[in-house]
């Protein structure tokens, strides 16, 4: 079997809708399970809908049209989305009355997205004569826990999911990003999400290999809205993916790899736009053939610098330390440390006030927004003597001052700090080092 997962732009419109339907057709042989996200735009809507209702205006009309558009285009019948079309309204008068937009409301709410975009789909396939139904992806058994708004699926999962997902005739065309956790209540992924679920369900279904179907040529050497010459790569490791997708690059979900991992599935991704052009295979081992396969990066980043005597000789202080922020639920992205100071960084300040007043009775605590991780992502890296003086030089000519660094013991990405303000440039810097056509590659020894 094989995962076919269609992300927003790739079912945008009816014409890349048709371009869906062709390419399940050619994968029939290898019974397809399709993966689909919202309409390229919809989830963002959904999001300020939701907004809006918190502050007493509802308006369902841009979002009908949005769809209408598509299922007229299409000729598929538009009773597809009656019946979520009156439950999102009910949804949206719910929220407005009780002036409350809780995270389980807005998993709910964003939740339509997928759920209106599978059944415009499944609709059409079966137009074209491909035997298809739309299911979500929750009534198929994607239990997740209740972290509204970035769910992970229990173990459960993988075994119900595989029962029923065989169990359906013709093409599933599932969900793509939301499940169900156990109370019920519908959960999402993330942004990005349908990534995720595709490898998810991939792994229950044991499927030969799960195709991300976007709109770039694979997995590129940079961001190309950054570097508008930017490669596709070939072939990437499962540890070189799993660093890329967690540093920005949201090509991929950040957890996309890891059902894959579990099971040793390949990871295909493809161009809807460009379907012959071969894309980029993600495999447990590749040839090590270039030393670094790409940059990443995360932007919008807080550096905490937590500095304190107390650390010097003591045990438990680093325990401390970790127990509050896992207590408050922040998220670690990079840590450094020193003899008496520790810096970390985190992408989200829900929470950080509370933790830093809690830092601050045992420590000297700063934090300071607007920073940036860069990702210098290859299994090479660790082989290599050049990289951290190409690096270094590179921002040292565009006078970028590097604030952290850290080289994993995976040895398979070396990450560093810098200004938000200075991320385009150090990423283009970078590119230009370890990309140039000009520059000869830099062999790994071996
Ligand atoms: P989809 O809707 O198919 O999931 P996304 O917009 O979420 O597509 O992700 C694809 C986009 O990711 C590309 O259009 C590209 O602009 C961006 N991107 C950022 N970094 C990379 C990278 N390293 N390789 C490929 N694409 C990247
Ligand atoms: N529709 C969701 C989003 O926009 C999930 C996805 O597209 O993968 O983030
Ligand atoms: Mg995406």
Same mark, same amino acid.
């Given at each position: 079997?094989?995962?076919?997962?269609?992300?927003?732009?790739?079912?945008?419109?009816?014409?890349?809708?048709?371009?869906?339907?062709?390419?399940?057709?050619?994968?029939?042989?290898?019974?397809?399970?399709?993966?689909?996200?919202?309409?390229?735009?919809?989830?963002?809507?959904?999001?300020?809908?939701?907004?809006?209702?918190?502050?007493?205006?509802?308006?369902?009309?841009?979002?009908?049209?949005?769809?209408?558009?598509?299922?007229?285009?299409?000729?598929?019948?538009?009773?597809?989305?009656?019946?979520?079309?009156?439950?999102?309204?009910?949804?949206?008068?719910?929220?407005?009355?009780?002036?409350?937009?809780?995270?389980?409301?807005?998993?709910?709410?964003?939740?339509?997205?997928?759920?209106?975009?599978?059944?415009?789909?499944?609709?059409?396939?079966?137009?074209?004569?491909?035997?298809?139904?739309?299911?979500?992806?929750?009534?198929?058994?994607?239990?997740?826990?209740?972290?509204?708004?970035?769910?992970?699926?229990?173990?459960?999962?993988?075994?119900?999911?595989?029962?029923?997902?065989?169990?359906?005739?013709?093409?599933?065309?599932?969900?793509? @990003?939301?499940?169900?956790? *156990?109370?019920?209540? !519908?959960?999402?992924?993330? /942004?990005?999400?349908? +990534?995720?679920? $595709? =490898?998810?369900?991939?792994?229950?279904?044991?499927?030969?290999?799960?195709?991300?179907?976007?709109?770039?040529?694979?997995?590129?050497?940079?961001?190309?809205?950054?570097?508008?010459?930017?490669?596709?790569?070939?072939?990437?490791?499962?540890?070189?993916?799993?660093?890329?997708?967690?540093?920005?690059?949201?090509?991929?979900?950040?957890?996309?790899?890891?059902?894959?991992?579990?099971?040793?599935?390949?990871?295909?991704?493809?161009?809807?736009?460009?379907?012959?052009?071969?894309?980029?295979?993600?495999?447990?081992?590749?040839?090590?053939?270039?030393?670094?396969?790409?940059?990443?990066?995360?932007?919008?980043?807080?550096?905490?610098?937590?500095?304190?005597?107390?650390?010097?000789?003591? @045990?438990?202080?680093?325990? *401390?330390?970790?127990? !509050?922020?896992?207590?408050? /639920?922040?998220?670690? +992205?990079?840590? $450094? =440390?020193?003899?008496?100071?520790?810096?970390?960084?985190?992408?989200?300040?829900?929470?950080?006030?509370?933790?830093?007043?809690?830092?601050?009775?045992?420590?000297?605590?700063?934090?300071?927004?607007?920073?940036?991780?860069?990702?210098?992502?290859?299994?090479?890296?660790?082989?290599?003597?050049?990289?951290?003086?190409?690096?270094?030089?590179?921002?040292?000519?565009?006078?970028?001052?590097?604030?952290?660094?850290?080289?994993?013991?995976?040895?398979?990405?070396?990450?560093?700090?810098?200004?938000?303000?200075?991320?385009?440039?150090?990423?283009?810097?970078?590119?230009?080092?370890?990309?140039?056509?000009?520059?000869?590659?830099?062999?790994?020894?071996?």
């Amino acid at each position: 079997m094989l995962v076919l997962k269609f992300g927003g732009t790739s079912v945008g419109d009816a014409e890349r809708i048709r371009t869906v339907a062709d390419l399940v057709r050619q994968a029939l042989p290898k019974r397809p399970v399709v993966v689909a996200s919202a309409h390229k735009g919809v989830t963002d809507m959904l999001f300020r809908m939701g907004q809006e209702a918190l502050h007493g205006k509802i308006n369902l009309e841009p979002l009908r049209e949005r769809h209408l558009k598509i299922i007229r285009d299409l000729g598929v019948p538009e009773t597809v989305m009656e019946n979520l079309l009156d439950e999102l309204a009910n949804l949206l008068q719910g929220i407005s009355m009780v002036k409350e937009l809780t995270p389980r409301t807005k998993d709910y709410v964003a939740s339509f997205g997928e759920r209106l975009s599978v059944r415009t789909i499944a609709a059409y396939l079966a137009q074209a004569g491909i035997p298809a139904k739309a299911v979500d992806a929750f009534d198929l058994g994607l239990i997740t826990d209740s972290n509204f708004g970035a769910a992970n699926p229990l173990p459960e999962a993988d075994q119900i999911m595989h029962w029923n997902i065989r169990r359906i005739e013709g093409v599933p065309v599932i969900t793509g @990003y939301v499940g169900k956790d *156990k109370n019920g209540d !519908i959960t999402t992924l993330g /942004r990005n999400g349908s +990534d995720y679920s $595709a =490898t998810i369900i991939g792994a229950a279904i044991g499927a030969e290999e799960v195709q991300i179907w976007t709109d770039v040529d694979g997995v590129m050497t940079t961001d190309p809205d950054i570097v508008p010459h930017a490669r596709p790569l070939d072939q990437m490791s499962f540890a070189e993916a799993g660093e890329l997708a967690y540093y920005g690059g949201r090509v991929l979900h950040p957890s996309t790899l890891i059902p894959a991992i579990r099971k040793d599935i390949p990871v295909r991704v493809l161009n809807t736009f460009k379907p012959e052009s071969k894309g980029t295979v993600i495999l447990r081992q590749t040839p090590i053939k270039q030393v670094v396969k790409s940059i990443g990066y995360k932007d919008d980043l807080f550096l905490i610098t937590i500095v304190s005597t107390r650390m010097l000789m003591h @045990y438990g202080f680093m325990a *401390k330390i970790f127990e !509050i922020f896992g207590r408050h /639920r922040i998220v670690i +992205d990079m840590i $450094a =440390t020193s003899e008496v100071s520790v810096s970390l960084t985190t992408d989200s300040d829900v929470n950080l006030d509370q933790a830093v007043k809690e830092l601050s009775q045992i420590a000297e605590v700063t934090v300071e927004p607007g920073k940036a991780i860069i990702c210098v992502v290859g299994e090479g890296i660790k082989r290599s003597l050049e990289v951290p003086s190409l690096v270094f030089g590179a921002l040292r000519e565009r006078n970028i001052k590097v604030q952290m660094i850290s080289q994993g013991s995976t040895q398979v990405n070396l990450a560093l700090l810098v200004d938000s303000a200075n991320v385009v440039d150090a990423v283009q810097a970078l590119h230009d080092s370890f990309f140039d056509v000009q520059k000869p590659v830099i062999p790994a020894l071996p």
